[in-house]
Structure formats: structure tokens, C-alpha cells
């Protein structure tokens, strides 16, 4: 049995990231971390707590995160996800309730009872793991394998024309994890733009799978409707379930590049640009892998299947 940490700024995206990864057997989700990104933390609370009600399968504990980044004011998305992260689709209050430790504590607690066996995959801003790495840096040899959901390196991004939403939030956490020396595998948002992109014959799939598939295109609806203004495609992008699924099923990557990347946190213009050295002209150590494509059908397929 592996184990999971979700790290989550849960809105629409992370909803169904969630939902896989509760309803996948061969892992063990051992907590649900939130951070201010796409919502306020009390909303991402309240959105991972819905998911797992929603799951049906067993309920992790939640826990409370940082509230702003590192160094800068929040930056939301509600209009991309709607004001409540969820698509504004007036979800009812969930009957679970929010645990009393801080997310960091939580991460830190995590990695050192599973001691070695912890993967965690991060949704949002990566401020919670950069403070866990900032108050208690040998917690980082507990931890077996991270997944990140954050930066564009191989396109332009969809907040700037240089920065993904995640990374642009908090850039200098997103530095700190970066050169932290834990095992990263990246998946950028680009990459769930292509195979995972749930297009007009998937959502007849979702909507006619099951209550949980209707759910997930329900709640992408804001998304759906940000889409249509910047692109010709009907439907929404994945990136979190897209990350997810690398991280339940390392097998679905394709092609990826193991290289030295880092990110700009100093200038204003190009403020979380992600950059990856592909062709190692730095001579910098490898610090990441990052994914640069994934197989063909199979996203959709163990989506398909979980939601089920």
C-alpha cells in the first residue's frame, strides 16, 4: 500500500483530484493539506471536506494551511473557478469538520510517522511545503517522492504569458522546493491541456457515468465558461487530476526530461516563469523530472473508471 499527502488550494480541478485519489485501492491517502490559491484557505477547507464526503470511500483528515504566500498579497482565481472554487453550484455545508493541527505540522508529522513511505502531491501554491522545509529541513529524508502540479516550461502560461497559476502565486516557495534537494517529478499545466482535456464527447461520458461524473463536470462549470473566452475548444483542462494520475500511475508517463530547472521570483515582469534546462546548458545538477508527455487514451481511461 503506497501512502499520499494532498496538498490542495482545492477548487474545481482539485475536486476531481481528490475524488481519484480517494477512490483509487492501491493507495492510502494519509491526509488532505489546504493552501491559499485558487480559494481562501476556509473555502479550500470546506471544498476537500465536500470531496471526501463525495468520495464515499474513507475520510482522511483535513487540515488548515497557510493563508497568503510567502511574501506577497493572495492572488485568486475566482474567475476561473467561480467565488466559491467550485462553480458556484451551491454545494451544501459538509458534515465533516476540519482537524485543529496547522497543514505544516501535519506534513511534517506525516513524514516522519510513514518514515520513508510518504508521497505527497501538491495541487496549488507550494507554500505549505516550503514552510514545512523552512521549520524542520530533515523531514525532507522522510519523504519518498513529491509530485508537483506547477509551472508551463514547455508553453506560455495561462496567468502570464510566462507563469502558470500555481507557481505565479507563490514563486519564492515554489524556489525554496525547488532547491530543497527532495525528489520532484513536475507536471505543468500544459500537459493537461492536451489527452487530459475533457472535451464535448467526455462530458456525455461523465454526465452519463455516474453521480460522481456528473459532479465533475458540474463543478468545472465557471471553468468551462473561462475557457470558451480564450479558446476555441469546448470543455475544460485538468491539470491537478492530470498530476494525480501521474502520481498514481507513474506508468501513464510517456516522455520526460530530467534536468535542472528553477523559477523567476525577482523580476516583476517575469515573476514565476518556470524555466527547465532541457538541454543542459547551465551544467547545473538535475533537480526536477518533468513530464512532457503522457500516454495516449490512458488519462481518460483510469478517470473514466474511478469515477465509476
Keep these: ?69 510567502l511574501f506577497r498579497k493572495h492572488y485568486h482565481s475566482y474567475h476561473i473557478h467561480g467565488k466559491d472554487g467550485m462553480g458556484d453550484i451551491g454545494l451544501p455545508e459538509p458534515r465533516l469538520t476540519v482537524e485543529k493541527t496547522h497543514a505544516i505540522d501535519a506534513i511534517i508529522e506525516c513524514a516522519y510517522r510513514l518514515k520513508g513511505e510518504l508521497e505527497i502531491v501538491t495541487l496549488g501554491p507550494l507554500t505549505n511545503l516550503a514552510m514545512a522545509v523552512l521549520k524542520d529541513p530533515d523531514f525532507m529524508k ?27 502565486v507563490d514563486a519564492e516557495a515554489a524556489h525554496i522546493i525547488l532547491t530543497s534537494g527532495l525528489p520532484l517529478t513536475v507536471v505543468g499545466w500544459e500537459i493537461g491541456m492536451g489527452e487530459a482535456f475533457i472535451g464535448e464527447k467526455d462530458i456525455k461520458t461523465l454526465n452519463n457515468l455516474s453521480e460522481l461524473g456528473r459532479f465533475a463536470v458540474r463543478c468545472n462549470k465557471t471553468l468551462m465558461e473561462f475557457n470558451a473566452g480564450r479558446t476555441e475548444r ?14 498514481l500511475y507513474p506508468e501513464i508517463i510517456e516522455t ?53
Excluded at 501512502?3 to 492510502?28: C, F, G, N, P
Excluded at 469546448?234 to 502520481?247: E, I, K, Q, R
Excluded at 551544467?283 to 487514451?297: L, Q
Design 142 to 168: 522522510k519523504v519518498k517522492h513529491v509530485y508537483v502540479m506547477g509551472g508551463s516550461g514547455l508553453t506560455p502560461g495561462n496567468i502570464t504569458p510566462l507563469a502558470e497559476f500555481n507557481f505565479y
Design 256 to 308: 520526460f526530461l530530467d534536468a535542472y530547472s528553477w523559477i523567476e521570483y525577482r523580476s516583476e515582469k517575469s515573476y514565476g516563469h518556470y524555466v527547465i534546462d532541457s538541454t543542459n546548458l547551465t551544467g547545473e545538477p538535475v533537480n526536477a523530472r518533468v513530464v512532457t508527455s503522457i500516454k495516449t487514451g490512458m488519462f481518460k481511461e483510469k478517470l473514466f473508471k474511478l469515477l465509476s
Design 1 to 69: 500500500m503506497r501512502h499520499l499527502l494532498i496538498d490542495t488550494d482545492t477548487a474545481s480541478d482539485d475536486a476531481v483530484a481528490l475524488l481519484m485519489a480517494l477512490r483509487e485501492s492501491d493507495v492510502k491517502v494519509e491526509a488532505i493539506t489546504t493552501v491559499a490559491g485558487n480559494c481562501a484557505v476556509s473555502q479550500c477547507v470546506r471544498n476537500a471536506l465536500i470531496c471526501v464526503e463525495k468520495a464515499g470511500s474513507y475520510a482522511p483528515p483535513v487540515y488548515a494551511g497557510m493563508e497568503k504566500p
Design 234 to 247: 469546448v470543455g475544460f483542462d485538468l491539470p491537478d487530476p492530470t498530476t494525480m494520475s501521474v502520481a
